[in-house]
């Protein structure tokens, strides 16, 4: 018997039972059964209709849009499972909602990344599996081990598919200065040349200047970022790209397609052929925009559930 828990049981929320449904389906497990609902004032309820005592319990959820929704959420099951004796409690956070908010960037500014992992701990989680955070250093905020995966495999798996050998004449290209690195993980991968879209205001009150470092002309191009929330930065950089870098396509990819207020508006209208996002955040209505595409991440999330359950290393899965 492995230590921790006679058995291995996965739960969903309500954020994304799709996701969670695959993983179980690879698995070779059903999903648990559990009702994550409301009270009429809101209040957030959870009833587990089988035994968890015991149990390795695995809890799938994005705390994506409505966030305090979703979070709560995920607090209340990590609280119900404790409570029911489990052996011990995973929290599978595909998309960690509070990311961005991970330092002080002015003063009296809150640092919520670190509260939610304090939240997530005092609920009763014993280990933390997410894909992507926003910042890596996020794992330090978290007293418990925290396994962060990489979208990038994904990603690489789907381009060298989709282009072959066109690959190496492409141009991986980063919206920001910020993105470099995973940018080029992912340039490295398909033999790319890689670019950087620089943005800066020349004077206080004047419009941001898109300058792009790297030669795109005549080039098909993959813009490569971690999230799209409103899609402004990633549409200019597109943008950018061919009005001044003299592109001859933009493709674009994102492990977690937010999608919040005027994006999906934004990115019909802009210069992308194909905006990738991976199914850390429910799919949006096809109907919406014929650009987006959704990749699986559930045989990643599954094997990771698998090798922490039998206490094998996962880093296999960031190579």
Wanted: hydrophobic share 45%; charged share 25%.
């Amino acid at each position: 018997m492995i230590s921790h828990g006679k058995d291995m049981k996965v739960f969903s929320g309500n954020a994304n039972m799709n996701l969670a449904k695959d993983i179980c389906r690879l698995i070779g497990i059903q999903l648990g059964n559990a009702e994550i609902g409301h009270f009429s004032d809101g209040e957030v309820f959870a009833s587990i209709y089988e035994s968890v005592r015991g149990s390795d319990v695995f809890l799938v959820q994005s705390t994506s849009s409505p966030v305090n929704d979703h979070l709560m959420e995920l607090l209340v099951m990590i609280d119900a499972m404790k409570r029911a004796s489990a052996g011990r409690i995973t929290a599978v956070i595909p998309y960690f909602g509070y990311a961005r908010q991970d330092r002080k960037a002015k003063a009296r500014d809150p640092i919520s990344a670190k509260l939610v992992a304090n939240m997530l701990t005092a609920a009763g989680a014993d280990r933390v599996l997410t894909m992507d955070l926003h910042a890596a250093q996020i794992q330090g905020f978290f007293d418990i081990p925290v396994d962060n995966l990489y979208g990038n495999p994904v990603f690489v798996d789907y381009y060298a598919k989709k282009f072959g050998e066109k690959c190496e004449e492409m141009v991986a290209v980063s919206p920001d200065v910020g993105s470099v690195s995973r940018t080029r993980a992912f340039a490295q991968k398909l033999h790319m040349n890689l670019a950087i879209v620089d943005k800066r205001r020349q004077k206080a009150n004047q419009c941001e200047v898109m300058n792009v470092i790297g030669d795109v002309e005549g080039k098909d191009c993959i813009l490569f970022d971690d999230m799209v929330d409103t899609a402004g930065s990633l549409c200019n950089a597109a943008k950018a790209i061919v009005e001044v870098g003299g592109a001859r396509s933009v493709y674009a990819c994102a492990s977690h397609g937010v999608l919040s207020g005027p994006a999906i508006e934004r990115i019909n209208g802009s210069v992308i052929k194909e905006l990738a996002f991976l199914d850390t955040i429910a799919a949006i209505d096809p109907a919406k925009s014929a650009k987006i595409k959704y990749l699986t991440v559930a045989p990643m999330f599954a094997e990771a559930i698998e090798r922490i359950y039998q206490e094998i290393s996962v880093s296999k899965l960031w190579i």
